[in-house]
């Protein structure tokens, strides 16, 4: 007695890559939405190929290597540096600051002294020198 076979044809769908392209654009969409809202601290930089001189006063701050700082060559605790600061700047918000830090110092002491102007709303200029 000859046996019959079933020969239909059952469409199947292979799912097996489809798992690594789901996960691989889950990578992608975490990282890029890391990088697409950063926190940054808005600050004007000079320019090194020019040199602008501008007729306006400057405060200038001052941060050594052993973290000891200055406003206009006077020496002033971190503690105090923001009451210093608003009283030397007084009503006039539009005086630029320019920032002295050396090269070598850990990025968190930039941040701590550039957070004063963001929280003051002053313009912070970050002194650089040539090569």
């Known amino acids: 007695m000859p046996i019959k076979r079933n020969k239909r044809f059952h ?5 097996s890559s489809l798992s690594d392209i789901m ?3 889950l990578l992608f969409f975490l990282i890029i939405s890391t990088l ?3 926190n940054v601290i ?5 320019k090194s190929k020019n040199n602008d ?3 306006k006063q400057v405060i200038t701050i001052s941060v050594t290597e052993d973290k000891k700082f200055y406003i206009d060559k006077e020496p002033i605790a ?3 540096l923001e009451v210093a600061l608003m009283s030397k700047i007084g009503t006039t918000k539009e005086q630029a600051v320019i920032v002295r830090i050396p090269f070598n110092l850990q990025v968190q002491d930039l941040v701590d002294v550039l957070q004063i102007g963001v929280k003051n709303n002053l313009k912070f200029v970050l002194a650089t020198s040539t090569k």
């Open 42 to 46: 808005k600050m004007t930089l000079p």
């Open 78 to 80: 971190f503690e105090d």
């Open 23 to 25: 996960f691989f654009l």
């Open 36 to 38: 697409a809202n950063p």
């Open 11 to 15: 469409a199947e769908v292979a799912t």
């Open 53 to 55: 001189k501008t007729n």
